[in-house]
């Protein structure tokens, strides 16, 4: 039996298990499952193999994990603790490489022990599970105000154009593309969502169709090449997207076919927001050029899906699992502090600097 999975967290620490919760969304939308993870492996490869996943929620999941990493490690002295905790920093990150929120979230905990380092090893332990839950609690805040913004940019009846699943299963709640269609919900506000499947992981087909259904949104599942024709038809408003990384000059990086949807909306003149929390801007990266993309295993194209394989034996795939729509494409990027607008290189710089 499916629940209604707005109900729940995405991913949560659970003080009395010691463990990392999580909804398994390998399993959706066919059987709803939380799972306890204590151990740094199976939470590396929950991570890898998408159980968790959507660049805020992982960002949250390595936050939790690196605290539990911290109980487990059995010293006193500083310089020992602190580099284990560097070391179990250092493996969580190689789970995936695109998403700017792992190693952020990963960053801010390092950042809090460091901070900390004349105090005693327990009471920096403390400080991490405090800086965890502040990153886990601090994104339900930056969601609802993403949602805020965007849906100042929309109206009642509006048609909406999503990829991916940027929603509540992509963050602790809420999500960010797909914030502004539940604050709208709240309000009473009727959208028309169109749900873009997103192969080849089918996480629009999945997730995003059974959040948006879910909260009795109007929602219509197209396959990714419908997309173009859905907006000739003029049944959309707008798109919103989420972000795994935009970079300092407005490249969005987001899952494959992202960049498609941004060319073809600026064909059809529908307005394209790109949904990223300012833990998602990553400054440093100058340009797409910047962006690690990661490559995935050719079977989830190849066979992962049916029932038996679809492609040749051998034939070659490519799997890369996120593009990049370029800056001049994209119409605004919606962070939890305003609404950015073109230029925006300069923009993005004046937001960091305020
Ligand atoms: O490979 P995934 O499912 O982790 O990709 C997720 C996306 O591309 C999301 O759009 C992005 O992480 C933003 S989530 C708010």
Same mark, same amino acid.
């Given at each position: 039996m499916i629940k209604n999975i707005t109900e729940y967290e995405t991913v949560s620490l659970d003080e009395e298990r010691g463990a990392l919760a999580i909804?398994?969304?390998?399993?959706l939308p066919g059987a709803f499952e939380i799972i306890y993870l204590t151990k740094q492996e199976d939470i590396h490869r929950a991570i890898r193999s998408l159980q968790v996943r959507g660049a805020p929620a992982i960002g949250v999941a390595a936050a939790i994990g690196l605290y539990l990493a911290a109980l487990e490690?059995?010293?006193?002295?500083y310089d020992v603790f602190y580099g284990r905790l560097k070391a179990a920093s250092s493996y969580l990150a190689?789970?995936?490489?695109?998403?700017?929120n792992l190693f952020w979230a990963l960053g801010r905990m390092e950042g809090a022990a460091r901070r900390n380092s004349a105090l005693p090893v327990s009471r920096i332990v403390e400080l991490l599970r405090a800086e965890a839950i502040a990153i886990h609690d601090e994104d339900i805040g930056v969601c609802r105000a993403i949602g805020e913004h965007g849906l100042s940019l929309i109206k009642d009846g509006d048609g909406i154009l999503t990829h991916c699943n940027a929603g509540q299963l992509a963050t602790?709640?809420?999500? @960010? &593309?797909?914030a502004p269609v539940y604050l709208g919900r709240m309000k009473g506000f009727n959208f028309r969502v169109f749900t873009c499947e997103t192969r080849p992981l089918l996480q629009g087909a999945r997730l995003s169709s059974l959040e948006m259904s879910s909260i009795g949104a109007d929602t219509t599942l197209i396959c990714d090449s419908m997309a173009s024709q859905v907006m000739k038809n003029g049944w959309v408003q707008a798109i919103f997207v989420g972000c795994d990384r935009l970079a300092a000059n407005g490249d969005a990086c987001n899952k494959i076919g992202t960049s498609g949807l941004a060319i073809i909306a600026k064909h059809y003149d529908v307005p394209f927001y790109v949904c990223a929390p300012t833990?998602?801007?990553?400054? @440093? &990266?100058?340009?797409?050029?910047?962006i690690v993309i990661e490559e995935r295993p050719p079977e989830e194209i190849t066979?992962?899906?049916?029932?038996?394989?679809?492609?040749?034996?051998?034939i070659k795939a490519y799997n890369p699992a996120f593009d990049c729509a370029d800056a001049?494409?994209?119409t605004a990027v919606i962070t939890e502090r305003g609404i950015v607008r073109p230029p925006l290189g300069r923009n993005l710089a004046a937001l960091f600097s305020q």
């Open positions: 909804i398994d969304q390998t399993k490690i059995d010293s006193d002295d190689t789970s995936r490489p695109t998403a700017v602790v709640r809420y999500g @960010t &593309a797909l833990s998602t801007i990553d400054m @440093t &990266a100058r340009s797409a050029e910047d066979e992962m899906w049916f029932k038996e394989r679809m492609a040749p034996e051998g001049d494409l994209i």
